[in-house]
């Protein structure tokens, strides 16, 4: 950040009285600009014994396959935006069942919140940050061509619990860069 937000003068980056981080402050109005991690909200949605997954049509990762999600925009709740998210990338309705995963990006400072829910119906179709939208059983998931692997780590937590027979909700960290 260069310039403040509010006022337009240039911002420094100090440790605000009470506070122990550097932040960007105002030079003229003496905002101070907190920065804090992003969430982000998806759906791992269910027809029977298969999960929807999108490809994706923007980068980064152009062309993989994944889960719909993205960033939670203000104003709404994690699930509105985990729907909203699943009805722009797939066209797709939902209906939300519980938190499936929570995995920590702290070298990125996003945390990822993956729901589970059951499709609505079949009328999904591509949305325009997905080339296609599709179905798949556990035996067609196309593991070398998944787009993140926060949501890898979903998709496996999620076939080892249904094998289990019972779902739990799985708190994680990823700290891998390269994908
Ligand atoms: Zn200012």
Redesign the pocket.
Known sequence: MKF?C????P?NESVPAGDNRLRFV??????IHYQNPKMVVGCLPEWGNKILLCKRAIEPQYGKWTLPAGFMENGETTLQGAMRETLEEAGARVEISHLFTLYNLPYISQVYLMFRARLLDLDFAAGEESLEVALFSEEEIPWDEIAFLTIEKTLRQYFEDRRKGEFGFHIGDVERRNR
């Open positions: 403040c509010e006022c337009g003068s911002v105002c030079s003229d109005c003496n905002t």
